[in-house]
């Protein structure tokens, strides 16, 4: 394995790991002021369903640039669903904060 293979896959194993451990923290905290509420839930719910919309667009967007004939590697086009998804996820719930 070469260097930069080595300091990727410690990215993903950081990334993953701080992903975790916030995940956890902010649902802890959250739940020591009564914050896991029927309107969390609510938004949570809503705000996945809305991500998965918006990545279903994505997908077909990608699709679309295929036929047409442009080559996209399977690592692009993860990386690109995968940041749309998470994008798309974190406007959603900023929006549903808002709105209920």
Same mark, same amino acid.
């Given at each position: 394995m070469e260097w930069d293979q080595l300091l %990727?896959?410690? %990215?993903? #194993? #950081? %990334?993953? *790991? %701080?992903?975790?451990?916030? #995940?956890?923290w902010g649902r802890k905290k959250a739940a020591e002021n009564r914050g896991?509420?029927?309107?969390?839930?609510?938004? *949570? *719910?809503?705000?996945?369903a809305n991500?998965?919309?918006? *990545? #279903?667009?994505a997908m077909y967007i990608e699709f679309i640039f295929v036929i047409l004939g442009l080559e996209l590697a399977a690592v692009e086009v993860l990386g690109t669903l995968m940041i749309i998804h998470l994008v798309g996820w974190a406007i959603s719930m900023v929006y549903y904060n808002f709105k209920l």
């Amino acid at each position: 394995m070469e260097w930069d293979q080595l300091l %990727g896959l410690l %990215g993903l #194993l #950081l %990334g993953l *790991t %701080g992903g975790l451990f916030g #995940l956890w923290w902010g649902r802890k905290k959250a739940a020591e002021n009564r914050g896991l509420d029927e309107r969390y839930t609510s938004i *949570t *719910t809503k705000a996945f369903a809305n991500a998965w919309k918006i *990545t #279903l667009v994505a997908m077909y967007i990608e699709f679309i640039f295929v036929i047409l004939g442009l080559e996209l590697a399977a690592v692009e086009v993860l990386g690109t669903l995968m940041i749309i998804h998470l994008v798309g996820w974190a406007i959603s719930m900023v929006y549903y904060n808002f709105k209920l």
